[in-house]
């Protein structure tokens, strides 16, 4: 009466072979071991508890995990009803299928409304595997679909947080220009609160001296949507002061969700004003190196020419665009001075006490003109190059040598005259 025997050979051939949990609820033991047949040879391995009331429907889901739930209608003290809200209120999403004798439409309909999944009469039960692997099946996907929603709302919760969070301004603008969406942080760094900005053209806050290039950027961002574009410019604290903000944005227009041009952008006012800072301190002692009057280098660790000024181009014959991070200050030295000043090269940078400061060396110029040089040299402090400056020595030299040759020539002369008055005495 439950179902023909060719019925039940096809729910065999369709087997599973999954290992279940069903709780059920029915009063009578017979047609609990019918139900349970019946689901075994659907291909199904069955674990089942049977419950008759509302305190053992409770104490089985407070202490198991249940895969469905297969309940009568018709039993005296437990309704259909009073089983679908105790379940419910386990917090629990699992098959609730209605097995009866007897039952009518308003009944079904009010279950269904209840949250039954579906019901089948104790005659039809050859619709009941069929249904069970439907609900199992369903309930997989709503379980995997609420997961699904868990780490996408997680996800969402984490990037608000970083956004929200960030040192940095996150912003989104639209193919007009438009900011759609820009992150709290604007409010420490331009002292704007983000629906101040939100519907207001992003080049209202830009110097009118950047906007041209800010634009230019912005057209190639819809030409090459794929590449990052880095921009630097002034923007207007809401105090009327003026914040370097360095942006890196991509084009995302045809992102759903983002549509628009996505910004990272930081302050950088500090490190402009470094900037700014070093390139005065530097025009300022390229300024005192090229006007010291005397020949100057720097020299790297490598021994190369990393700076020259005016007075070295002079006293080299070369350029400086041929001496400055090409030239060796090893190609001016004559060969029998080389070792020495190498050592001394290398000393300096171990042991700058250890070496001489000044000291006289022989140079070779551009023409392989060789001049006498005296030389000052230290170490630059924090780096490892050192300052040289070069004074030339070469006539100074040359009139000592012609001094000298003139006392001797003096002192022959004396030991003539000496040697004739001995030889002829006066008188």
Known sequence: MYSTEIELQILSNQKLQTMIKILIIEDSENDTILLVDTIKKGGF??????????????????NENWDAVISDCALPHFSVQEALKLLHSHGLDVPFIIVS????????????KAGAHDFILKDKLARLVPALKRELNDAETR???????????????????????????????????IIRYISPSVQRILGYKPEELIGKTSFDWIHSDDRPAVAEEFQKAFQK???????????KHKDGTWRFLEG????????????????????????????????????????IFENTGTATVIVEKDMTISLANNEFEKLSGFKKKEIEGKKSWTEFVVKEDLDRLKERHDLRRKNPAATLKSYEFRFVDKNKKVKNIHLFIDMIPGTDQSVASLQDITERKQAEEALKKKINQIERFNSEICSFVAFYPVG
């Open 45 to 62: 391995e069955l674990n089942y508890k049977r419950v008759e009331d509302h305190q053992e429907m409770n104490n089985a889901l407070e």
């Open 101 to 112: 004798g007897v039952i009518g439409e308003e009944d079904a309909v009010e279950s269904l």
């Open 143 to 177: 379980w995997k679909h609420r997961q699904a929603e868990q780490a996408l709302k997680k996800t969402k919760e984490k990037f608000q947080a970083l956004i929200e969070n960030s040192s940095d301004i996150i912003q989104i603008i639209d193919s007009e220009g």
């Open 225 to 235: 949507p794929d590449e990052l574009r880095i921009t630097v410019c002034r923007c």
């Open 248 to 287: 890196t944005g991509i084009n995302r227009l045809d992102l759903p969700g983002v549509n628009g041009f996505i910004s990272n952008i930081r302050d950088v006012t500090e490190s402009k004003r470094a900037e700014e800072k070093l390139r005065e301190s530097e025009d300022k002692y390229r300024t």
